[in-house]
């Protein structure tokens, strides 16, 4: 197949509006400069977005209200693939260059954090089939018969078609595909101007490959980053286990389709990425739509993040995810597309379908997500696509000589019976003294209790997750 060389700036050149991407790494859609030199995806320069009607910060410090909603003629300086600054009339450097925002509206752009931008190649197909229908009829026949040239092209598309919504940031998780073919697929996202997490996954025979296109084809770009991609289950535990210690390796995360339909339940695949160690901060489950109770409350004590694809899972009917008992432990969640079975690259679609799942199913508009709430979760990268921070214990005890048998997590939560218990328990620490001293006890208590509020759960108790990691070594 042949496609026609399109670029973010074709596709953002006829939306009638200003960019989503103004919060982006790579500032507004033109790519040319004056003078013939051409702008790379990643390369640094300074933009003002001048008069836009309504700005939203997603930032409650920066702004009205918990979206930072600046109205009337707002300006926004980006430099060096930042927000430089935020205000009226604000001053334009030398060599800036100016975009007129007057009657648009400006916000971060959108974070997609579960796809399979190849997909478009079956986009529509098989739609009278549940998931394990769809996987065996169009997924897995389709996928093997796409060479490189035509990978390029299905991706570019798809990611070309996201950007027509406003998605900057996208989580790709890929399949099993040749290093050569691998080469393909990146480059058709780094030829879009997308900043991109390419999720890769390989046989436990074939994993050499994840750390040779990391290194390749991905290192070299400024808008690319990596996770290890991995399916989960008790009969693969051994390919996990390999796939696992590669992400450790490469200090990435893991990313894996969790509990999207009910027959998934028999591959036990919680228990799967306990075992190999994988169920922590640094792992990100898509779909986990059939938790139980305990396995919410597992979920959330171990910092596990989560992607909910509510398009695709009513497409599959694979059910509903349940964000409210998610959101009340704590959960970091991000939305995503997944594919072919989204049957579009709207992020708007997937933030109504968000919310209004979850009104239909409880019978309540003040559910979560609300509207503010899903545009946040929308425009933010999450956390769930960040890679965690990860403490010295290990290096601390390799400088000490010792030679590490292994390191975990204990899950230490915070609980009270109540709201008013939990702000005492707090205040009691002394940490808040300097702020009651400068402010009244009164007004730090208000603050605390919102600060709370995310952990409070159903029956009233508040619950916080609390983390201690820990190494195991000896002397050598």
């Given amino acids: 197949m042949n496609f026609p060389k399109m670029s973010r700036r074709s596709v953002l050149a006829g939306l009638g509006s200003v960019p989503l991407a103004a919060a982006a790494g790579l500032p507004a859609a033109a790519r040319d400069r004056p003078g013939g030199h051409r702008e790379r995806p990643g390369e640094r320069r300074t933009t003002v977005l001048r008069g836009a009607d309504l700005v939203l910060t997603m930032d409650p410090g920066i702004g009205e209200g918990v979206l930072g909603t600046m109205e009337g003629g707002t300006d926004v300086l980006l430099r060096d693939g930042k927000i430089a600054a935020v205000g009226k009339g604000l001053d334009v450097p030398h060599g800036a260059r100016v975009v007129d925002a007057a009657g648009k509206l400006v916000l971060p752009g959108f974070v997609d954090i579960h796809n399979h931008l190849w997909q478009s190649s079956i986009r529509g197909g098989c739609s009278d089939q549940d998931v394990t229908g769809w996987l065996a009829a169009c997924n897995r026949t389709v996928l093997p018969k796409i060479d490189a040239q035509d990978m390029y092209g299905f991706v570019h598309l798809a990611a070309l078609d996201a950007l027509q919504t406003g998605v900057t940031t996208v989580v790709d998780w890929v399949h099993p595909i040749p290093y050569e073919t691998s080469e393909r697929y990146v480059r058709a996202l780094h030829d879009s101007g997308l900043r991109f ?115 695709s899972n009513m497409r599959l009917a694979s059910g509903i995810m349940p964000l409210p008992a998610m959101h009340r432990r704590g959960i970091q969640a991000g939305l995503g597309h997944d594919g072919g079975t989204n049957d579009t690259s709207d992020m708007f679609n997937v933030m109504k379908a968000a919310v209004g799942l979850q009104r239909a199913l409880h019978q309540d508009a003040g559910i979560h997500p609300t509207i503010p709430a899903v545009l946040r979760v929308a425009t933010r990268l999450a956390d769930a696509v960040r890679q965690p921070r990860r403490d010295d214990l290990e290096e601390v005890a390799a400088r000490a000589g010792l030679k590490l048998d292994g390191s975990g997590r204990v899950a230490c939560p915070f609980g009270y019976a109540d709201m008013r218990s939990a702000v005492r328990g707090l205040l009691s620490t ?30 009233g108790t508040v619950w916080m997750p609390n983390i201690f990691r820990y190494v195991v070594a000896r002397t050598a």
Wanted: charged letters at 30%.
């Fill in 197 to 311: 997490v390419y999720a890769m996954t390989q046989s436990g025979a074939d994993r050499h490959l994840i750390p040779e296109v990391k290194k390749d084809f991905l290192d070299p770009l400024p808008l690319a980053s990596a996770q290890v991609a991995v399916h989960a289950g008790m009969d693969e535990i051994k390919d996990l286990r390999l796939l696992h210690e590669v992400s450790r390796d490469l200090g990435l995360m893991i990313n894996s389709h969790v509990l999207e339909n009910r027959n998934d339940r028999k591959d036990e695949q919680i228990r799967a990425l306990r075992e190999v160690g994988a169920f922590g901060p640094e792992l990100l489950m898509n779909h986990a739509i059939h938790l139980t109770d305990d396995e919410i409350a597992l979920t959330g004590d171990h910092d596990v993040r989560v992607a909910h694809c509510p398009l």
């Fill in 430 to 459: 002394g940490l808040f003294d300097a702020a009651i001293r400068a402010t009244d006890r009164d007004q730090v208590k208000k603050e605390v209790a919102e600060a709370l509020h995310p952990h409070l759960r159903r029956d």
